[in-house]
Nanobody, 131 residues
Framework: QLTLMESGGGWVQPGDSLNMSCAVRGAVRDIYVVGWFHQAPGQGRDAICGVVSIDERTYYPDTKTGRFSVFKNPDRGTVDLHIADLQSGDTGVYYC????????????????????????WGKGTQVVVSS
């Protein structure tokens, strides 16, 4: 069982950068991935990036390269998201989520990161990008 909790959201201006953290607690014997998801107002949850629990593999969908960076912080037990050059379209709720995988899974496949496949979810943190 894993519990996840996001922090670091808030109000920011266009062009700002923002760091958010996902605290991952609990223990599972399996390999798992942790992903960050963005839910714009009235929209579904889209994967932004993700990491694998046991190694340095990362995932970024083709539409989310450049401004988004994900890091594991083992000392704090967090998966951190950095967003640069925030834009109005980045407004929304940011969630982190996790699911169990097998090592041989292709983590570059978007299917692995569909929100419906995630088993554990945080409650989300709100980000508003506005001048």
């Amino acid at each position: 069982q894993l519990t996840l909790m996001e922090s670091g959201g808030g109000w920011v201006q266009p062009g700002d950068s923002l760091n958010m953290s996902c605290a991952v607690r609990g223990a599972v014997r399996d390999i798992y991935v942790v992903g960050w998801f963005h839910q714009a107002p009235g929209q579904g949850r889209d994967a932004i990036c993700g990491v694998v629990s046991i190694d340095e593999r990362t995932y970024y969908p083709d539409t989310k390269t450049g401004r988004f960076s994900v890091f594991k912080n083992p000392d704090r037990g967090t998966v951190d998201l950095h967003i640069a050059d925030l834009q109005s379209g980045d407004t929304g709720v940011y969630y982190c989520a996790a699911r169990i995988i097998y090592y041989e899974y292709d983590i570059s496949s978007p299917n692995l990161w569909r929100s419906g496949t995630m088993r554990f979810w945080g409650k989300g943190t709100q980000v508003v990008v506005s001048s």
